[in-house]
């Protein structure tokens, strides 16, 4: 029965599952507030269950330290975000889906994660500690990958792209599998700090982690079936309408990394700013690096291009990202001053997207 208690909106979800196949028809023909009530109610759901696959995540994080427990945060925060893009792109053709899901999902990383957190955890500790070593590391990982997957992909022309996709997909696999590596074998230090702990205070029943994964797995599927719905309703009320088209990728972004928000502002408020190094910048390099790999292959399979070219606008707002988050995560300390940089930069990236030029 606790179990049961504890796992209340995976049970909601499942019942709002139910109802969302037996009317999103009927709410896709009345429209209106209708539509986009019976929308919020599967966002709703969609993002409950993927706190739930985050709190599963977090306690086998705990047990298992770091660097693996963050590793653990971010593949469940991925698998749920490419879980949902595979599903919206069975809907309406949308070519650029792909592209401003990781780029939203990069913002949200290191500018809102990291900008929230290290205003948190400055305002209380003056500035928190870590290891910069992880800063670096992940740094150079995510602009090579992201200039593999995101910049050089404007300069090929349309009769090479299955070569390069080919070639894009053994690359990133290759520098994944690597960096897995060196994160949990040679280099395992660099992901660590020692003034890192926590107590399992949240999971006193000590279940077994054979049934936090078996929970975390089936609300994936769950996931995937609410997604199908959330993409009627998404494409119907976007339809003829004057929303920003990069909404769908917005909210993807958003329902993986609401709940790594949540970890990473605990973290920062118990002065365990490594955790949130790892979960902000880990999490940005598994979405490009475990992501395109698997946006591309379906590509190669339907036999259709998917533009993973970066806009300029999104160009220029990846460069000052980067750009800061290499000055500020230079000398092993964070405070409120680079957090509000980093949250400046994601307050502009809200504004592009409400203008629709994102």
């Known amino acids: 029965m606790k179990i049961f208690r504890s796992e209340t909106p995976i049970l909601l979800a499942l019942i709002v599952?139910?109802?969302?196949?037996?009317?999103?028809?009927?709410?896709?023909?009345?429209?209106?507030?209708?539509?986009?009530?019976?929308?919020?109610?599967?966002?709703?759901a969609v993002i409950g269950v993927a706190f739930r696959i985050?709190?599963?995540?977090?306690?086998?994080?705990?047990?298992?330290?770091e660097p693996y427990g963050t590793l653990i945060l971010t593949l469940a925060a991925v698998s749920v975000e490419v879980v949902i893009l595979i599903v919206l792109l069975q809907g309406s053709p949308n070519?650029?889906?792909?592209?401003?899901?990781?780029?939203?999902?990069?913002?949200?990383?290191?500018?809102?994660?990291l900008g929230l957190a290290a205003i948190v955890g400055g305002l209380k500790h003056g500035s928190s500690k870590y290891n910069v070593d992880s800063a670096n590391s992940f740094i150079a990982m995510l602009?090579?990958?992201?200039?593999?997957?995101?910049?050089?992909p404007d300069f090929v022309p349309s009769a090479q792209w299955q070569i390069y996709s080919v070639f894009s997909i053994v690359i990133m696999a290759v520098m994944y599998t690597a960096f897995l590596r060196l994160q949990t074998v040679e280099h395992r230090n660099f992901f660590e700090y020692s003034a890192?702990?926590?107590?399992?205070?949240?999971?006193?029943?000590?279940?077994?982690?054979?049934?936090?994964?078996g929970i975390m797995l089936g609300a994936i599927v769950l996931v995937g079936l609410l997604?199908?719905?959330?993409?009627?309703?998404?494409?119907?009320?976007?339809?003829?309408?004057?929303?920003p088209k990069s909404i769908p990728a917005v909210l993807v972004a958003l329902i993986s990394a609401s709940p790594e928000i949540l970890t990473a502002l605990r973290a920062a408020q118990h002065d365990r700013m490594q955790t949130?190094?790892?979960?902000?910048?880990g999490a940005s390099l598994a979405t490009v690096l475990l992501t395109l790999p698997v946006i591309e292959a379906i590509a190669l399979f339907s036999g259709e291009r998917i533009e993973m070219a970066l806009?300029?606008?999104q160009g220029g707002m990846l460069l000052l990202t980067f750009l800061a988050v290499m000055n500020n995560l230079h000398d092993g300390e964070t405070n409120a001053i680079e957090g509000i940089s980093h949250f400046a930069l994601f307050a502009a990236f809200i504004a592009l997207v409400m203008l629709g030029l994102v």
């Open 17 to 44: 599952l139910l109802l969302g196949f037996t009317f999103e028809h009927s709410a896709v023909e009345h429209g209106g507030p209708i539509l986009w009530g019976t929308l919020l109610v599967i966002l709703t």
């Open 54 to 65: 985050a709190h599963h995540a977090e306690v086998l994080a705990i047990r298992l330290g």
């Open 95 to 113: 070519p650029t889906l792909a592209r401003d899901t990781v780029f939203s999902a990069v913002m949200f990383d290191i500018n809102g994660i």
């Open 143 to 152: 602009l090579v990958a992201i200039g593999i997957g995101m910049f050089i």
């Open 196 to 213: 890192d702990t926590e107590d399992e205070a949240h999971d006193v029943a000590r279940s077994p982690n054979a049934l936090h994964v």
């Open 227 to 243: 997604s199908e719905v959330l993409s009627v309703l998404l494409d119907a009320g976007l339809e003829n309408s004057s929303l």
């Open 276 to 281: 949130t190094v790892n979960i902000a910048l």
């Open 311 to 313: 806009t300029p606008v």
